[in-house]
């Protein structure tokens, strides 16, 4: 197939069931709730390649405070991989986003074609998975206190996000409080917080996350309380690796590492956040 014989155009609402075919085709996490909030977070950046009226590939651009462009859902149907249909993709998303700084979480095999567009590596991240969690025992919270996250909390919550993130995501943050508040919860330390988690569901697990914290015992208390209210549940963390305290209480609940995540940047590295605080990411598709 040459590059004539598909079509690039924006990704729509009613194109949900068509990038949803994709993703679960692929075993993918990801529901029809989130590629909705893609769409809608994309200022009309995500991307579609389409062959006779049938979607072939999607990227997905979600872009924060008008600063940051993510890229995610890189997704090619298998019968028309090794024709161009990526790099049209990608082409097009970097053409539109060139006003603004651009990352990702990308595959190992992802990495090598991202370097090929200049992206520079930033760190690694962790798959943790657990097919079926049993217990949070692991975890010592040393006493630390975990509250639910209400609305009226979620402002200090985007302002904290920022600081370890890089930039604002308030629109993320506010959709992930309102639509999972069993999943929210934070830390305060002398009327400000110190710490929080938020989380999701998926089509295969659960995914807790992002988790952020002032010090690791607060991190610690957190995904505790988190996986709580998941047992006999399956489970999906994505761990900034050099969290290895983090990475062993999970591995000693039975959390094993499915695969890795390169966080990666092109151009300049303008909103680096404060990796130290960050332990936990949202997902490669949120960052």
């Known amino acids: 197939m040459s590059r004539a ?31 909705k909030f893609l769409l809608e977070g994309s200022n009309g950046c995500c991307i579609l390649a389409e062959r006779d009226s049938t979607i072939i590939g999607t990227t997905t651009a979600i872009t924060y405070s ?26 097009h ?27 520079k590596d930033e760190y690694l991240i962790d798959r943790m998975v657990h097919v079926l969690l049993t217990n949070s025992a692991s ?25 370890v993130f890089g930039t604002k995501r308030e629109h993320l943050i506010t959709s992930l409080v309102k639509e999972y508040p069993d999943k929210a919860w934070m830390v305060r330390h002398k009327n400000r917080v110190t710490g929080f988690v938020l989380g999701r569901g998926g089509s ?54 499915q695969r890795h995540f390169v966080r990666m940047y092109k151009g300049e590295n303008h909103f680096p956040g404060t990796t130290e605080h960050s332990y936990c990411i949202c997902g490669p598709e949120f960052g």
């Open 139 to 163: 975890f010592d919270n040393s006493g630390i206190e975990t509250v639910p996250v209400k609305p009226e909390n979620i402002k200090e919550i985007v302002a904290f996000d920022a600081a």
């Open 66 to 91: 008008h600063q940051l462009a993510w890229i995610g859902m890189v997704l090619v149907d298998k019968a028309y991989r090794g024709q161009g249909v990526s790099k049209a993709l990608l082409d």
């Open 93 to 119: 998303v970097f053409k539109n986003t060139s006003e603004i700084s651009i990352k990702l979480d990308a595959t190992p095999a992802g990495q090598q074609v991202y370097q090929q567009f200049g992206f």
């Open 204 to 257: 295969k697990y659960h995914h807790v996350g992002p988790v952020s914290a002032s010090t690791m015992e607060v991190a610690q208390a957190l995904l505790a309380k988190s996986l709580e209210g998941l047992i006999q549940k399956p489970v999906v963390v994505d761990v900034l690796q050099d969290k290895q305290a983090l990475i062993a209480s999970l591995k000693s609940l039975g959390f094993t590492k």
């Open 5 to 35: 014989d598909f079509d690039l155009r924006p990704m729509e609402l009613s194109d949900v069931s068509g990038g949803l075919r994709l993703s679960t085709a692929e075993g993918w996490n990801q529901t029809e709730r989130d590629w």
